[in-house]
Nanobody, 120 residues
Framework: HVQLVESGGGSAQAGGSLRLSCVASKATYSMNCMAWFRQAPGKEREGVASIGSYGNLYYSDSVKGRFTISKDNAKNTVYLQMNSLKVDDTALYYC???????????????WGQGTQVTVS
């Protein structure tokens, strides 16, 4: 059973921090690549950060140096630590997974429901 459940969204002031969590079912967590995406109102969904099964990391230029993706294998959980938040980071953030090990923003087959992040 494939399941992804995000939490940790909320409101923050510019310059502040939030940490998002994504708890995955075992089948989903065992996939080769997990990632965070976001979609702001009126904009297309964009990839933010991904982590491969060997811990290899990939970030979009817009968040590099500010966001950190990590995972806890014992908890089947992927995290997104967001620091130095900007108003432009306001979006609905989604957790996603795919079987392919390729670290790009394509072919993600499984998605969570999303958690809202608002920065003011």
């Amino acid at each position: 059973h494939v399941q992804l459940v995000e939490s940790g969204g909320g409101s923050a002031q510019a310059g502040g921090s939030l940490r998002l969590s994504c708890v995955a079912s075992k089948a989903t967590y065992s996939m080769n690549c997990m990632a965070w995406f976001r979609q702001a109102p009126g904009k297309e969904r964009e990839g933010v950060a991904s982590i491969g099964s060997y811990g290899n990391l990939y970030y979009s230029d817009s968040v590099k140096g500010r966001f950190t993706i990590s995972k806890d294998n014992a908890k089947n959980t992927v995290y997104l630590q967001m620091n130095s938040l900007k108003v432009d980071d306001t979006a609905l953030y989604y957790c996603a997974s795919k079987a392919s090990p390729e670290q790009n923003w394509s072919d993600f087959a499984y998605w969570g429901q999303g958690t809202q992040v608002t920065v003011s």
